[in-house]
């Protein structure tokens, strides 16, 4: 893989440029400041029917901290602007690094995909490590999400639920940020 960091210019102009797909992806990503909306869209904008790579690539990089915001992002965003979750390539392997990673909004994209994920097959152990590592985060906003996905994975689960229940039950008790307990109010366990 030619070296990222050797890319110069701007990453709109990957193609005049002779970039490979894969680095303007990755530059487009690195631009991104983490704040703006409109950025990080104009990336999936110009990028995502640019090359079959897309998706595959998101889901290589959120094993990338450097990369995994704006990946995760990016997955988020084509999950909610009309890409199928079976049109995607497996993303265990992006659950699992999200699952470990030290950026709280590449856990909070993920957390948010899973909703547009069937959880009942191979993707259970990747989303239970996730969602059960994100209970016991400082962030509520995190926390809240996990909890919806505790739910999901309940739901798909039976053997879950007697557990799912008992932490949802706690939490309704125990947590005050209004951010969980909006989230709890949608749960069916």
Same mark, same amino acid.
């Given at each position: =893989?030619?070296?990222?960091?050797?890319?110069?210019?701007?990453?709109?102009?990957?193609?005049?440029?002779?970039?490979?797909?894969?680095?303007?992806?990755?530059?487009?990503?690195?631009?991104?400041?983490?704040k703006s909306k409109a950025?990080?869209?104009?990336?999936?904008?110009?990028? $995502?029917?640019?090359?079959?790579?897309?998706?595959?690539?998101?889901?290589?990089?959120?094993?990338?901290?450097?990369?995994?915001?704006? $990946?995760?992002?990016?997955?988020?965003?084509?999950?909610?602007?009309?890409?199928?979750?079976?049109?995607?390539?497996?993303?265990?392997?992006?659950?699992?690094?999200?699952?470990?990673?030290?950026?709280?909004?590449?856990?909070?994209? =993920?957390?948010?995909?899973?909703?547009?994920?069937?959880?009942?097959?191979?993707?259970?152990?990747?989303?239970?490590?996730?969602?059960?590592?994100?209970?016991?985060?400082?962030?509520? =906003?995190?926390?809240?999400?996990?909890?919806?996905?505790?739910?999901?994975?309940?739901?798909?689960?039976?053997?879950?639920?007697?557990?799912? =229940?008992?932490?949802?039950?706690?939490?309704?008790?125990?947590?005050?940020? $209004?951010?969980?307990?909006?989230?709890?109010k949608h749960c069916r366990?």
């Open positions: =893989m030619p070296d990222r960091g050797a890319a110069q210019g701007d990453w709109r102009e990957w193609r005049e440029e002779g970039w490979p797909f894969e680095d303007a992806l990755a530059a487009a990503i690195d631009a991104w400041d983490g950025m990080i869209a104009a990336v999936h904008e110009e990028l $995502a029917g640019a090359d079959a790579d897309y998706l595959p690539l998101l889901v290589d990089y959120v094993a990338e901290d450097a990369l995994s915001d704006g $990946a995760t992002w990016l997955l988020k965003h084509a999950l909610e602007n009309g890409t199928r979750a079976k049109d995607l390539p497996d993303i265990s392997a992006a659950l699992v690094a999200a699952a470990h990673s030290t950026r709280w909004p590449t856990q909070l994209h =993920m957390l948010q995909i899973l909703p547009a994920l069937d959880l009942s097959g191979q993707l259970r152990p990747a989303a239970q490590g996730l969602v059960f590592g994100a209970l016991s985060s400082k962030r509520a =906003m995190l926390r809240a999400w996990a909890y919806t996905g505790a739910d999901q994975l309940a739901a798909q689960h039976a053997d879950l639920r007697m557990r799912v =229940m008992q932490i949802l039950d706690r939490a309704r008790s125990e947590e005050t940020a $209004a951010s969980v307990q909006a989230r709890l366990f």
